[in-house]
């Protein structure tokens, strides 16, 4: 009996004229507004300064936990950084296949340089396609994501402005004195995007985070080093 108590919603739909299955909203003449912060496909920001913002740290391969993503950093060429920092991804892939879209790398990120687009529709036709490497994370020189074939890229204009709503919102940690502060470099093509209003109160500071964070400073520089990002 206990296999069968499984089947015994599928048991008791079966005769029933009343079905609850719609059409693709995107067939009923568009999509369906995506909320500010979705969980969709990463992307690899740069400074304004064309610069990238990755420093090759791993954090981000560290603490997800599918294991789906793979960093080499590697040390910029002294003629030719990629990055302002020491380091920079040499390779950077995402498994698409194991990716579960928790956003852990994003919040373990000191840079801010991954974030998530809101594209979620997007399929491979085979398991090459859904490994996604640095050249095609990396946005473009207007600071854009790359649009590749088997994504579905129609309702850019709503989707591709809030690559950083997430971090916008929770950065730092839903302190409520940090709300309305920048806290976040720019970024190409966006420039300085504004905070997210509606950050969460916290307890306080302790005495000695207020004694950290004078000491680290509010105002964070153009290219911030990675243990500044994080405040």
Known sequence: MGYLGGFLVTLRQIGKRQRVTRNYVKDEGG????????????????????????????????????????????????????????????????????????????????????????????????????IYTRDELLVDDEGLPKRLPWEDWSDAAAIVPNTSAWMRATAPNGDASYEGRVAWSGELGFGVRPPEAGQSASPPRSETARETSDVIGDEPPGHPEPWRAAH
């Open 31 to 130: 999509k369906s507004e995506k909320p500010m912060r979705r969980h969709g496909r990463h992307v690899l920001n740069r400074y304004e300064d064309g610069m990238e913002k990755c420093i090759g740290c791993e954090l981000c391969a560290g603490v997800c936990p599918a294991r789906c993503i793979y960093v080499r950093g590697e040390d910029n060429p002294p003629d030719a950084p990629v990055s302002p920092g020491e380091r920079y991804g040499f390779v950077y892939e995402i498994n698409y296949l194991r990716c579960i879209h928790c956003d852990l790398c994003v919040e373990a990120c000191p840079t801010e340089a991954i974030t998530e687009s809101k594209l979620f529709e997007f399929s491979f036709t085979n398991r090459r396609d859904a």
